[in-house]
């Protein structure tokens, strides 16, 4: 969402005759997209902070403006802490960007309001010509005791489907092949529009009217809640031909009790039988997790029961996160703080059990040939490129003459695979 968020930050900029310079040093503005998510993502926050207060010391004409989740937390207080701040924006205020920029001129310039100008309608630099992301909606209203995200990104709020059809069909007009939909919870989706059709129908419909649009090869969407998730959207997935066969639902925790204090309104039973029905109803699924560690009160048994969760759905691949304590949400005050040692053994266990699935998961793709989408020159340089299965897989391959293009579709032999990657020749 926040790589997404910056291409509209590029946008709005490019529109306004700016443009991207090589390096910092030159630039006459410097833009930081923040996320609030974790305590990390903050923590790197500083030393680009550090380089910002460096250059505005340098040329004190040049402007700093600080956007997304951070700013939006903080808001006005920002301009306190950091005093070589020239410009702040909440995520939900890239449109009012260039009057901020302005407006500096005469002090601090700001805006954390709700735009009232739906932000997936602005200008989008986008950083591949055959890919796209189109967010279907804004927000988050699940409160889940740990996320700061509700209050960073306001409540759940729905494009019409009229606008995002007419959207994706100007991005395959313009080349796009393969489109990602966007939401915190897109299950979700189209519920505050009061359609009446029950959960999830609203979003398999949405995915019906992408799936026709036609030269629109392949749809991703994520993320999916799992209390959310209908049979609707299973049989989207399953009938739909363009829809991948690729599923990102975070799970959590494998134990109860600690959902139940996550606020995730889901039971492991409850997620298991999803995983179960979803493995019967679409063959060759890819199933991609969250994980959190050290949630307060995680017990010994509790992680055991995420351990065994991982085992019994064998995950394509999983991120897997130590819990942060986010200033202002529910979790971040709840007593049966994990100590740090335990947090760091759970971790390692976890890690090791999700790349040994993987591993094995992705080592029974041997020898099938798979069609993937060309992205560009492999990192292993020479004549190797790399790619992506419809399942989300990375593919690396070696061609010998002709190379496809990004944004080509090749059939792909597969000839080995670790925990992360394929390993092919094209067929
Ligand atoms: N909306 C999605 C969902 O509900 O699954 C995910 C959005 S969140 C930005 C991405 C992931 O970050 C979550 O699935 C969760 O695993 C992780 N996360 C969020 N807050 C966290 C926290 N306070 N500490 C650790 N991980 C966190
Ligand atoms: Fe955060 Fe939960 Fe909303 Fe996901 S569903 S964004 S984890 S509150």
Redesign the pocket.
């Known amino acids: 969402?926040n790589d997404h968020d910056s291409e509209r930050i590029r946008g709005v900029l490019e529109e306004q005759g700016w443009r991207q310079t090589e390096g910092t040093d030159e630039a006459d503005l410097l833009v930081i997209n923040t996320c609030a998510?974790?305590g990390s993502a903050e923590s790197r926050l500083l030393g680009r902070l550090g380089e910002a207060r460096r250059l505005k010391s340098e040329r004190p004409g040049r402007l700093v403006a600080l956007g997304g989740c951070f700013a939006q937390a903080r808001k006005q207080e920002l301009f306190r802490e950091l005093p070589f701040l020239d410009v702040a924006f909440g995520p939900g205020n890239i449109a009012e960007l260039p009057a901020l920029l302005e407006a500096a001129s005469a002090g601090p310039a700001y805006c954390f309001e709700d735009s009232p100008l739906p932000s997936a309608r602005l200008p989008v630099r986008r950083a591949e010509s055959y890919r796209a992301w189109v967010q279907v909606m804004t927000g988050?209203t699940?409160f889940?005791s740990?996320?700061?995200?509700p209050r960073v990104r306001g409540p759940e709020r729905s494009r019409s489907a009229g606008e995002i059809v007419e959207e994706v069909r100007r991005l395959v007009d313009d080349g796009v092949v393969e489109i990602t939909v966007l939401g915190?919870?897109v299950n979700a989706y189209g519920l505050d529009r009061d359609d009446g059709r029950g959960k999830g129908a609203v979003f398999a419909g949405l995915l019906a009217q992408l799936d026709a649009i036609k030269g629109l090869e392949r749809i991703r969407f994520t993320?999916?809640?799992p209390r959310d998730l209908g049979p609707d959207l299973m049989e989207a997935i399953r009938d739909l031909p363009a829809v991948c066969e690729h599923l990102h639902l975070?799970a959590?925790s494998g134990s109860t009790r600690i959902l139940e204090r996550m606020k995730r309104r889901y039971t492991r039973e409850q997620y298991l039988g999803l995983v179960d029905r979803l493995r019967e109803e679409v063959e060759g699924l890819a199933l991609t997790t969250?994980?959190?560690i050290g949630f307060p009160g995680e017990r010994e048994e509790d992680f055991h029961r995420t351990m065994t969760l991982v085992e019994r759905c064998r995950f394509d691949g999983a991120?897997t996160?130590?819990?942060?304590?986010?200033p202002g949400?529910e979790?971040a005050d709840l007593p049966g703080r994990v100590p740090k040692g335990t947090v760091r053994r759970r971790m390692g266990e976890l890690v090791g059990l999700v790349q040994q699935i993987a591993r094995e998961q992705n080592q029974e793709m041997v020898g099938n040939e798979i069609e993937v989408l060309v992205e560009g020159k492999s990192r292993q340089g020479g004549r190797q490129l790399r790619g992506r299965s419809r399942t989300n897989k990375i593919v690396n391959f070696q061609v010998r003459r002709d190379q496809p293009p990004p944004g080509a579709f090749v059939k792909v032999k597969i000839v080995s695979a670790t925990s992360t990657t394929l390993k092919g020749e094209l067929a």
């Open positions: 969402m998510v974790r988050c699940n889940c740990y996320c700061i995200v915190q919870n993320t999916s809640h975070p959590q969250d994980l959190i991120f996160f130590v819990f942060s304590p986010r949400t979790a």
